[in-house]
């Protein structure tokens, strides 16, 4: 194999463009997603930043899937860490009614989470490849029993959410475990569950939005 090339998962069996197929064309599942939540949020700016960032999601991670160099391993992952940013804000702005410097400053305590977090799910066994992506699920979690009284909608979506990204991170942590069994692997899933919560993440948030606006 190329040496600049990245091995990172069980369907790439070699370089070249194609070598994960399955994980490469999946990534079309982000951009349904994002053409989706763009539609259903027209005129709601934080749904349609949602909608943009989608985007970014399956353009990086089909460039890694394809390429598996380090730049695109970047690319792959900085619009994640994106969207799981912009959600947070949106969530202490229009969950938590925070504005400001209050919820630019709750947004960043996601990094000392995080790396409080991620230490300790490495130390898990099966978890280790998916450490870094723990604490989103354990974030969206808190979120929905803070908010199980203030908007129980609200909070039983992010429920969903949750429920919806523990499948996904069990076909991620599959992938090589599987992979004798199962030469294509499991990675693929990954992608067409991520795409199906992230969008419904931001759907979501345009119910809330939209209920507000109804309210007024």
């Known amino acids: 194999m190329d040496s600049d090339v990245i091995d990172a998962y069980c ?21 349904i997603a994002a053409l989706v939540v763009w539609q259903r949020g027209r005129g709601v700016l ?3 930043v949602l909608a ?9 991670s089909g460039l890694w899937h ?5 730049w695109t391993g970047a690319a792959d992952v900085l619009p994640i860490v994106v969207f799981v940013l912009v959600y947070i804000h949106c ?13 630019l400053g709750a947004t960043l305590l996601f990094f000392p989470f995080a790396a409080l977090v991620i230490p300790l799910a490495a130390k898990v066994p099966g978890i280790e490849s998916s450490a870094a992506y723990m604490p989103v699920p354990l974030m969206i979690a808190g979120y929905a029993i ?20 523990a ?5 991620r942590m599959l992938d090589e475990p599987m992979c004798s069994a199962f030469p294509m692997g499991t990675h693929f899933a990954w992608h067409l569950l991520n795409a199906l919560m992230l969008g419904w993440m931001a759907e979501v948030l ?4 939209a209920g507000e606006a109804g309210g007024r």
């Open 146 to 165: 803070a908010l199980r009284h203030r908007l129980p909608e609200v909070a039983r979506g992010l429920g969903i959410g949750v429920a919806i990204l």
């Open 167 to 171: 499948v996904s991170l069990a076909m």
């Open 46 to 48: 934080p749904v349609q």
């Open 52 to 60: 943009v960032v989608l985007l970014a999601i399956g353009v990086g």
């Open 91 to 103: 969530a202490n702005r229009y969950f938590w009614g925070l504005r400001g410097v209050k919820a």
């Open 11 to 31: 369907e790439r069996l070699g370089p070249g463009l194609w070598a994960e197929p399955w994980n490469a064309v999946t990534n079309l599942a982000f951009v």
């Open 206 to 209: 345009r119910r809330h939005l």
């Open 66 to 70: 394809m390429l598996a160099v380090p």
